[in-house]
């Protein structure tokens, strides 16, 4: 076991889960971050745990060929792009050994990881932007949380190079209507204030959406931030007040007030048209959603007349998409408001083949099945944690010919492909798409068949 505070020359021999350099000293794995294969340096062990360490570099005594300078003055200290000192390419490599590691060691799967379907220029590529508003030297800023704190990080000068432009504008004019009129930030600890976010959404067509969040529906001088909105973004589509009165960390709250414009965009996603409203779901990367979607539906290989159920359909994208295929789409939600607006959806497109119902995919596909569902291919595209065993025990039970698993999270994707193998599937093609460009994030699309 390491001593707190003690500095060691050691060598790193590869990437963790969060992009952060793995080492092996005196037989102990040291996690560093901002450290890549092949680099030495010597490391201060911060954290010293029984069986492994935390540890941050105090000199890095050669650079990997890979290694590049942040484009974000910021990086390091926002901690949400952890991969902005490496390339761009080396960051795509990074997360295609991460799934094919975690396929063989947790899935006892055994295929080639293809490369990642990465993105031709990665930046500027989110179209919603979350911010906490806090206070600076001279009046109010937005920026980000530093990694596992509330500690706030201004944005620099050129606002976030993942954002839309109009987005910076956006904040910038916010900011400014905050200090004329002396409107108060929101303190976290005394639960005093008004402002608390400042949300930005932006459409394929150009459309842009600005939320304010506030502790409060007491908002001074509305006009006049509609008005200083307007005079910077003249093509600015809806400006709305959202009424969080919740102390915590949960954002938005469901009190939405339109200030101006639309309650809500439309957006399109390989020619279908998605309400896109404040608390609406939509992926955040609308070019790479295109090519993980485009790639579930070929690897769900419909023909017309398949009964497919999309679990965890959210707003019912995939749904639908899979419903302009096939002959019936069934989608289940746990979130209310998202099936609501999936139904809506599916009726603005005319789709009429395309049943959505409200509840958790662990209690209601079990119910279908047992009451005779026997679909032909299953979507699942499951949070973070994954499936419920239940939800693969009906899969067992219904035994479709296709699945077509979508993940945000490669370590549980390799678990529930363990235990579908183990029901009769076997993994066919595997491929991730990276949706998040410069974070340690990766989606993958996996088709599994009987």
């Not at 080396?90 to 063989?104: F, M």
């Not at 497109?349 to 005779?372: H, K, W």
């Amino acid at each position: 076991m390491f001593a707190k505070n003690s500095v060691h020359e050691m060598e790193c021999i590869s990437l963790g889960q969060d992009a952060q350099g793995v080492c092996r000293c005196n037989e102990i794995v040291v996690f560093v971050p901002d450290l890549l294969p092949g680099e030495r340096a010597l490391v201060r062990i911060v954290r010293p745990e029984r069986r492994f360490a935390y540890g941050k570099v105090e000199k890095r005594l050669n650079d990997s060929p890979d290694r590049q300078t942040p484009f974000c003055p910021i990086a390091k200290r926002c901690g949400g792009c952890t991969c902005q000192h490496m390339t761009y390419d080396a960051s795509l490599e990074y997360k295609r050994q991460q799934v094919q590691d975690l396929l063989e060691r947790i899935g006892h799967i055994h295929i080639n990881v293809p490369p990642v379907l990465g993105m031709e220029t990665p930046f500027r590529y989110r179209n919603k932007g979350m911010y906490p508003v806090g206070s600076g030297k001279d009046g109010p800023v937005c920026g980000f949380f530093a990694q596992r704190t509330h500690d706030l990080i201004p944005l620099p000068e050129t606002g976030c190079m993942l954002q839309d432009e109009a987005s910076h504008l956006a904040l910038k004019a916010v900011l400014e209507w905050m200090r004329t009129f002396h409107v108060p930030v929101y303190d976290e600890a005394t639960q005093h204030g008004l402002i608390r976010h400042i949300m930005t959404r932006t459409t394929t067509a150009g459309g842009l959406m600005v939320v304010v969040v506030t502790a409060s529906a007491d908002l001074p001088e509305p006009s006049a931030l509609v008005r200083s909105l307007r005079d910077s973004l003249p093509g600015i589509e809806s400006i709305a007040l959202s009424v969080n009165t919740k102390p915590g960390n949960t954002i938005l709250g469901q009190d939405i007030r339109v200030l101006f414009g639309n309650p809500e965009m439309r957006d399109t996603i390989l020619g279908l048209s998605f309400s896109v409203s404040p608390l609406s779901f939509f992926q955040v990367n609308p070019r790479q959603t295109e090519k993980l979607y485009q790639l579930a539906l070929r690897y769900a290989g419909l023909n017309g007349n398949e009964t497919c159920v999309d679990a965890y359909c959210g707003t019912g994208t995939i749904s639908l998409l899979l419903a302009r295929q096939c002959k019936r789409v069934i989608g289940i939600e746990i979130v209310d408001a998202a099936i609501q607006n999936a139904r809506r959806n599916a009726r603005d497109n005319q789709i009429d083949n395309a049943e959505f119902i409200t509840g958790a995919t662990e209690i209601v596909l079990p119910d279908l099945v047992r009451n005779g569902l026997k679909p032909d291919v299953i979507v699942l595209d499951p949070p973070r944690k994954g499936c419920d065993p239940a939800v693969l025990e009906a899969i067992r039970e219904a035994a479709p010919d296709r699945i077509v698993y979508v993940s945000c999270s490669a370590p549980t994707l390799a678990r529930d492909l363990e235990i579908l193998s183990r029901c009769g599937y076997s993994v066919k093609s595997v491929q991730s798409v990276d949706m998040f460009c410069w974070t340690s994030s990766i989606e993958t699309v996996v088709l599994l068949s009987r």
